[in-house]
């Protein structure tokens, strides 16, 4: 397997105990195919997509890196530099307010890297970025995310809607303010 590159002209590189988050990269390509071609992954981020959209959706996170300045990090595996998911924030045009969205291959889920990704996005959003709150977007029967965001020490602050293309799909907003967060980060040591 060849190592993907470790950084991105387009953003900041945030490193993890096990994982390396950066800017997408053009070899990048293959992981995102891999990612939006699983069903299991894609059951509640809209379905599953053709390696065409998929090569779009990519193209959309890097232009939002270089217009916005933030969006979706590729999740690197360190030991084997290997990507394995997509993670970061996020605040399209319409969208309820800005969210850290996550979302790893099948075949790391399991494994806590969804949680240790997050918190990195979460200090990062509000260190860097100066957020004062934070959202997560998630379909009410997602129990893997439910976790992950009840790990965080977000709350299910009830139903939301998204806007098109989204608009009929069944999400709630969990979230927490920038304050909540700092007590709630005492709790993580990763």
Not at 64 to 80: C, N, P, Q, T
Not at 100 to 123: N, Q
Not at 155 to 178: F, K, M, S
């Amino acid at each position: 397997m060849t190592k993907l590159p470790l950084t991105s002209p387009l953003g900041p590189t945030l490193e993890t105990a096990r994982l390396i988050l950066r800017p997408p990269v053009a070899e990048d390509f293959p992981g995102f195919c891999a990612f939006q071609s699983d069903p299991k992954v894609m059951a509640h981020l809209g379905g599953v997509t053709s390696d065409a959209v998929t090569w779009r959706v990519t193209r959309s996170i890097a232009g939002a890196w270089a217009l916005d300045g933030f969006h979706m990090f590729s999740v690197i595996e360190k030991d084997s530099g290997a990507w394995i998911g997509r993670i970061g924030a996020l605040y399209p045009h319409q969208w309820p307010a800005r969210e850290v969205g996550w979302g790893v291959l099948s075949s790391a889920w399991g494994k806590g890297y969804a949680k240790e990704a997050a918190l990195a996005c979460m200090d990062y959003v509000f260190d860097v970025l100066n957020w004062e709150d934070v959202i997560h977007t998630i379909a009410p029967d997602n129990a893997g995310s439910q976790g992950v965001a009840k790990s965080l020490g977000s709350y299910n602050r009830g139903p939301g809607r998204l806007p098109e293309p989204y608009a009929d799909a069944a999400v709630d907003i969990w979230g927490q303010t920038r304050a909540e967060w700092r007590e709630n980060r005492k709790r993580h040591t990763v």
